[in-house]
C-alpha cells in the first residue's frame, strides 16, 4: 500500500461499511461494492483516515506544492497565510485541517452551498468531502464554489465515484440516503449518482483546469478557475526574462505564487542563522 499522505503511515486495515439496502438501492454489482467498500471503509492504522480521505489529502499537498504529509503541512510556515474553506466536515481531515490559520469552517446544509454566505475571491482553496452528491443542485454549488475562490484558487473534494459509470441525477428514483440506515435524515439524502464523467460537470461549472488523482481505489478532485501557473507579466522595460519573471512574482498577489517564495525566503533565513 502507498503511505498515507496524511501522517506517513504505511499500515492500512479492512472493513465493510456499505449495507445491503445501500448496495441495492444503488444498483452495485458485487464487484462495485467491493470497491465501494474499500474506498469509504480501508484506513489507516495510524491516523484513522479511510482510503477517501487520504485521496483528498493528496490532493490538497498536491496543490499547496509540498512534498510531505498533511499533518506536517499545517504546522508549516508555508500553511499560515492559507485562507482554507472547509464545507461540512471533511472525513477524518477535519482535526488536521482546523490547525490551519486561516480555516474557516461551514456546515451544510446550515451553509447553503447553493448560496454561501461569502464574498468575491474570499479563498485560496475549498474543501469538501463527500458532500455534492447530497445538494440538490450541484452545478449550482460548484458555481458558488468558484465565486467564492480567488482566480488562482483550488476546489479540492471528493464525490462516491463508481468506476464504469456515468453520472446520473436520482430525481424520479426511489430515495436513497448515505449515514446512520436505521435514521435516514433528510441531508443525507443522495440527489447525484457520480460516475466517470464527474470531471465534465466540473468544467461546466466554470472551472477551467480539473484534474482526478488516484489513492488506491479512491479518487479526488482538484479545480481551478485558470490554469495552475499564471503566465507571468513581463515588463517591457526588464529585458532579461528571469528578473521580468521574479519582479512579477513578488509583485503577485496570487497565494499560489507569493506562497512558495515566503517559504524560500523562511528557509534561508534559518539557514543565515534568524538574519
Known amino acids: 500500500m502507498p503511505v498515507c499522505a496524511v501522517c506517513g503511515n504505511r499500515s492500512y486495515r479492512d472493513r465493510v461499511v456499505i449495507w ?43 496543490e499547496c506544492g509540498w512534498d510531505g504529509t ?19 466536515e471533511a472525513g ?28 468575491d475571491g474570499s479563498f485560496d482553496m475549498i474543501v ?72 465534465h460537470l466540473v468544467h461546466e461549472a466554470g472551472f477551467e483546469s480539473v484534474t482526478l488523482i488516484r489513492f488506491d481505489d479512491a479518487l479526488a478532485i482538484t479545480a481551478s478557475r485558470r490554469a495552475h501557473r499564471p503566465p507571468a507579466t513581463r515588463a517591457t522595460h526588464l529585458p532579461d526574462p528571469a528578473v521580468a519573471e521574479l519582479a512579477a512574482v513578488l509583485g503577485s498577489r496570487s497565494w499560489r505564487m507569493t506562497q512558495p517564495l515566503r517559504a524560500a525566503l523562511t528557509a534561508a533565513r534559518r539557514m543565515l542563522g534568524g538574519r
Request: glycine share 8%; aromatic share 6%.
Open 128 to 199: 469538501h468531502s463527500d458532500t455534492l452528491e447530497h445538494v440538490p443542485d450541484p452545478a449550482r454549488a460548484l458555481r458558488e464554489c468558484a465565486r467564492v475562490l480567488t482566480p488562482e484558487g483550488a476546489l479540492c473534494f471528493t464525490v462516491p465515484v463508481v468506476p464504469g459509470r456515468m453520472s446520473v441525477s436520482r430525481t424520479g428514483l426511489p430515495a436513497l440516503y448515505h449515514g446512520d440506515p436505521d435514521h435516514p435524515a433528510e441531508d443525507f439524502r443522495v440527489h447525484t449518482d457520480y460516475g466517470a464523467d464527474v470531471w
Open 92 to 119: 477524518t481531515l477535519s482535526p488536521t485541517l482546523r490547525a490551519l490559520p486561516g480555516h474557516v469552517f461551514g456546515a451544510y446544509p446550515e451553509v447553503d452551498m447553493r448560496a454561501m454566505p461569502f464574498g
Open 70 to 88: 498533511l499533518q506536517d503541512f499545517v504546522a508549516s510556515e508555508q500553511a499560515r497565510s492559507l485562507r482554507l474553506l472547509e464545507l461540512n
Open 20 to 62: 445491503d439496502a445501500l448496495a441495492e438501492g444503488w444498483g452495485l454489482t458485487p464487484e462495485e461494492r467491493a470497491i465501494v467498500d474499500r474506498q469509504q471503509g480501508s484506513y489507516c492504522t495510524a491516523c484513522g483516515g479511510n482510503l477517501r480521505s487520504i485521496a483528498l489529502a493528496k490532493v490538497i499537498l498536491v
